[in-house]
């Protein structure tokens, strides 16, 4: 079963507009991982967020983290065309072996 | 960075044949590699973790005889679908996880089997 739920599942913007996702999740993680994919390609890393830290920035990218309610955000700032992507989140939790558990993923489209 | 491909990028094969899937790290070694399993629209699936000379760890309901997963080096895991079916047809990605955290992904392989 998956740990992470992604909501939503798809989310339309016009380019230069601010697209937001969010996981929630239901056992304790050592760290959350986002990832973005291209349709029909593999993942790419886009930030860690470790148990113990609320808030990370890479570029337009801004991920926080919530433990006491099991959720992570995802914010991609001025977006652009190229951001079209699906985007998952995924956990790294003790009951499940430290292996990646995937969310459903947020299907991202950047309208130009 | 850490960089990870698998070859072929996309297969078709003839229902009953086997395919081998070759996922290597190519600027790390990597202990433990993984194999997913992602049909469209849909998220990755764990099949499998790999780790270098030893079994493959399978995860519920993946048939281990039907996937089987070499681990033969630090930078070469292979998946090999034996007996290749048209419900195998799946975009599978390996990934290889690096201290224990951050995991980098390959490519993917498309496989059709008709």
């Known amino acids: 079963s998956q740990q992470g739920e992604e909501d939503p599942q798809a989310l339309s913007i016009q380019e230069g507009e601010n697209a937001t996702m969010n996981c929630s999740y239901k056992?304790?993680?050592?760290?959350l991982q986002w990832y973005r994919q291209n349709s029909g390609r593999g993942l790419v890393h886009l930030i860690l967020?470790?148990?113990?830290?609320r808030e990370k920035h890479s570029g337009r990218l801004r991920v926080t983290l919530d433990t006491s309610k099991k959720s992570s955000s995802l914010l991609i700032t001025a977006s652009r065309a190229a951001d079209t992507a699906s985007y998952f989140c995924?956990?790294?939790?003790?009951?499940?072996?430290?292996?990646?558990?995937f969310g459903g993923g947020t299907r991202v489209l950047v309208k130009p | 960075g850490a960089v990870v491909s698998q070859h072929p990028s996309w297969v078709i094969c003839k229902s009953g044949t086997s395919v081998k899937i070759e996922c290597r790290s190519l600027?790390?070694?990597?202990?433990?590699m993984f194999w997913y399993r992602q049909f469209p629209k849909q998220s990755l699936m764990l099949m499998a973790t790999?780790?270098?000379?030893?079994?493959?760890?399978?995860e519920q309901g993946v048939e281990k005889d039907k996937f089987l997963i070499n681990h033969a080096s630090l930078t070469l895991s292979t998946l090999t679908v034996t007996s290749a079916h048209p419900e195998d047809s799946s975009f599978y990605i390996c990934?290889?996880?690096?201290?224990?955290?951050?995991?980098?992904f390959g490519p993917g392989t498309r496989l059709l089997v008709l």
């Open positions: 990934s290889a996880r690096v201290q224990q955290e951050t995991q980098y």
């Open positions: 056992t304790s993680i050592n760290n």
């Open positions: 967020i470790r148990s113990n830290e």
């Open positions: 995924a956990t790294d939790a003790p009951a499940a072996g430290n292996k990646l558990t």
């Open positions: 600027d790390f070694q990597a202990t433990t």
């Open positions: 790999s780790n270098e000379g030893s079994k493959a760890t399978y």
